[in-house]
């Protein structure tokens, strides 16, 4: 008599098993709850801070009963870290505690997955805060962003974080929009290669990174946080959805809905976005996370839904899988909505099916998975110091130089303004002190953060006065730092934004402007500053850029840094004193004499007035430009293999020859100009980019492959770009920029571009 073998009484467990078996095994003995509980997220002590997301108080549920939720399964831990300050140790403690009684109380021991913020490093007392997404652009340094990403993806592991919610790859549109500091830059080329690259070294950890925020989010009419979204399919699929389709071919294996309606349609609820295009067309099979609240917005915001059930029917059926921060509608509203026949279970299904996946594939299913946790562990090491500080430098953008930078050891300098003497002034509204330490002010820091004079004090004779806050001031201050100025043989005036959310702060989620004058009393100082006869070097700290067109030509230089983390005061003064030299490249456009209308350089006509407009958008500093303290001459510019090349590549040759005594950087940039369509679409676009350093007497020969599939004109189908004739290829920096013309052919469905051959090539 022969027996059979038993099945194993978890197969989940098993490592060896085929993970869609795992997890098909492990759904068919879940009941409809313990299905429900795994597709919300539960955060613990959401009442414990002050706002850190929209209508966060207004949806906050401080009666959760933990003991219940935990009987029936939890899918995410929200913020465990990232809610206040607490001991990185002692929250490792806190967490592996509530992982094991997750485990412990559910009927299969499934833990909960858990996330934080990860926009400027890991959201967490005393860990390392690296310079902002506007700073990874302004570096085109796609190789150091992804050493950062894979350095924060070790940090989250050692803390037991899987998910990531970052990169924000929202192409800036409209400068007032007060998340400006979160996005890459105003370029979707741009931002799709420096967030890929971020995603790249995230994932490379073993950790989740969360695409934000899908899609269209930062097109709201007027700059304004969760307004109306009104673009059309050619603005969207051009400008809007490039960077993600980059990023997920990087390996993202999530991604979160934006809060905005797309021409009257919630993201949360649009399955044309969420299910059509990214599971249909880009084949993506991970996660999409619900913005926080972002569900709930359905009924009380967009008012498309009845009540919290339709909401969550509506969502899952769009192709939201998980409800975060916390259990709301996709708690009792959903199973009640479920149990009517109101919502079909197979949404449900569908939802929880990718969920586990996932789990499985971080190893939460395996039977001898515990949580880990570190006797002693240092969130900010000297290594992360170091790269945070090597981005900083690289991100530092020389705008203007009348030949006063570097400053002479010898000049006596006063350092004056809002700026100047404040740490805030490095960080962004969703580094850990700004975004959490403000609503904690008797709890430190927990990093060092050097200040502009902490720092430039270590290389001049410095004297300080503040001249006036970010906003408001009174005159005797302006007048002290007058005074300061007279006394100096340099002034250098730091100002710019306070990062903040929702009204704190002249920068930051919820803090959009009406125009792009610089906040408060801060021009009238600048103003006062300049008539004082002294050289005035302005520093700009911010997170968009100012309006500086009345002021510009009577400065003598203008460096700015976009919340450049917290070695950014560090790399200021190298840049300031000559240690360093500037090798930053904007990634969003100085606007000229047209504060009230900003625009991108995505917007047409191109830097040049209109015959039927009266507002000028000639920016003041364009796209893509940077100035440092050596020059690299263009020797020669080609085109190599003119002829259609059989890898499907154009290659653009550039020879760059330093005859400085200092090695200098250059960024290549390679630009598809259409001068044809000027007026009915943008007329230039990034294609390409390359940071090169060349040291004193060399010669770098940089070749640059431009692929004929283009993904920032991959498009919808039947749609076209322009009529195929000829566009204008544009090679060089902003202030050098030389014209190949070619002849390019693009077409539907995903708008191929190929450049096969050169009608008229002009390198002078």
């Known amino acids: 008599m022969t027996t059979q073998p038993s099945e194993s009484p978890r197969p989940w467990h098993d490592t060896a098993a085929d993970p869609a078996d795992r997890v098909r095994a492990l759904m068919d003995r879940m009941t409809l709850r313990e299905k429900v509980a795994q597709l919300y997220g539960v955060w613990v002590g959401i009442d414990s801070g002050g706002e850190m997301a929209p209508h966060q108080h207004d949806f906050a549920d401080a009666a959760l009963d933990w ?14 870290y990232g809610t206040r300050p607490v001991d990185p140790v002692t929250g490792a403690h806190s967490l592996a505690r509530s992982q094991r009684e997750i485990v412990a109380n559910g009927r299969f021991g499934i833990p909960a997955l858990v996330h934080e913020e990860t926009l400027t490093g890991l959201a967490a007392w005393r860990a390392t805060v690296y310079p902002s997404p506007l700073c990874w652009g302004a570096s085109f340094d796609p190789d150091l962003v992804h050493r950062m990403g894979a350095r924060i993806g070790g940090t989250m592991r050692r803390l037991g974080v899987h998910q990531g919610l970052a990169p924000v790859l929202d192409v800036a549109r409209d400068l007032r929009w007060g998340r400006v500091e979160e996005t890459i830059g105003e370029d979707p080329h741009l931002v799709g290669m420096i967030g890929s690259a971020y995603v790249a070294g995230l994932e490379s950890a073993g950790v989740i990174a969360t695409l934000k925020h899908f899609a269209g989010y930062s097109a709201s009419r007027a700059g304004r946080n969760l ?42 609820a649009d399955k044309t976005l969420l299910t059509d295009l990214l599971r249909d067309t880009y084949g993506f099979t991970g996660t999409v996370v619900a913005d926080y609240f972002s569900v709930a917005f359905l009924h009380k915001l967009h008012g498309v839904a ?17 409800e975060l921060p916390t259990v709301d509608c996709y708690g009792e509203p959903l199973l009640a909505a479920v149990e009517e026949g109101a919502v079909d279970t197979a949404v449900v299904d569908r939802a929880l099916e990718r969920v586990l996946r996932q789990k499985c594939e971080l190893g939460l299913l395996d039977e001898d998975w515990v949580p880990e946790v570190p006797d002693e562990i240092d969130l900010d090491d000297p290594e992360s110091r170091a790269l945070a500080r090597e981005i900083a430098e690289r991100s530092i953008v020389l705008l203007q130089n009348d030949g006063v930078l570097p400053l002479s050891p010898r000049y006596k300098v006063a350092v004056v303004g809002p700026r100047a003497d404040d740490p805030g002034a490095m960080l962004g509204c969703y580094s850990f002190p700004m975004h959490v330490g403000v609503h904690h002010p008797e709890v430190p820091f927990g990093i060092s953060v050097p200040t502009v ?10 004297t300080y006065a503040l001249g006036c806050p970010v906003l408001g001031g009174e005159d005797a201050d302006i007048a002290e730092a007058v005074a300061a100025a007279e006394a100096a043989e340099v002034c250098v005036a730091v100002l710019g934004d306070r990062a903040g959310l929702f009204g ?3 920068s930051g989620e919820g803090c959009d402007v009406p125009d792009l004058k610089l906040p408060g009393r801060q021009e009238e100082l600048l103003e006062a500053l300049l008539g004082t006869g002294t050289p005035v070097v302005l520093v700009l700290l911010s997170g968009r850029p100012y309006e500086l067109s009345r002021q510009a030509s009577r400065l003598a230089a203008i460096v700015c840094g976009f919340y450049p983390g917290e070695e950014g005061a560090v ?3 190298g840049v300031l004193s000559g240690r360093i030299n500037p090798s930053g490249r904007l990634p969003v456009g100085f606007p000229g004499e047209n504060a009230s209308q900003p625009s991108t350089y995505l917007t047409a006509p191109l830097g040049r007035r ?4 009266t507002v000028d958008p000639t920016p003041l500093f364009p796209f893509g430009h940077g100035l440092s303290y050596g020059a690299v001459s263009w020797d020669d510019v080609t085109v190599a293999d003119p002829a259609w090349p059989t890898d499907g590549r154009c290659r653009v040759r550039v020879t760059l020859s330093n005859t400085g005594d200092r090695t200098t950087t250059e960024v290549v940039q390679v630009y598809l100009h259409d001068p044809v369509a000027e007026v009915a679409r943008p007329v230039q676009q990034l294609i390409a980019a390359k940071r090169v350093e060349v040291a004193p007497g060399a010669t770098e020969v940089v070749e640059i492959g431009l692929h004929a599939d283009l993904t920032s004109y991959t498009g919808r189908a ?47």
């Open 571 to 573: 790399a200021l003064a």
């Open 67 to 80: 003991d219940e939720l935990v009987r029936h399964g939890i899918g995410q831990l929200t913020r465990v």
């Open 306 to 322: 009845a009540d919290r059930g339709d909401a969550a029917g509506q969502a899952l059926a769009a192709g939201i899988d998980v």
């Open 718 to 764: 039947g749609t076209r770009l322009v009529e195929p004739g000829d566009v204008e290829l544009r090679v060089g920096t902003s202030s050098a920029r030389i014209v190949a013309t070619l002849g390019c052919t693009l077409t539907g469905p995903r708008r191929e571009v190929g450049f096969d051959r050169v009608l008229a090539p002009d390198f002078s």
């Open 610 to 613: 209109s015959e039927v407009s």
């Open 504 to 506: 704190g702060g002249t």
């Open 227 to 268: 307004a109306p979204v009104s673009v059309g399919p050619r603005e969207l699929a051009d400008v809007l959805l490039p960077p993600f389709e980059m990023a997920l071919r990087a390996g993202a294996r999530s991604v979160m809905n934006a809060y905005t309606d797309n021409d009257g349609v919630p993201a949360a």
């Open 453 to 462: 004079l902490d720092a430039l004090g270590e290389y001049h004779e410095v």
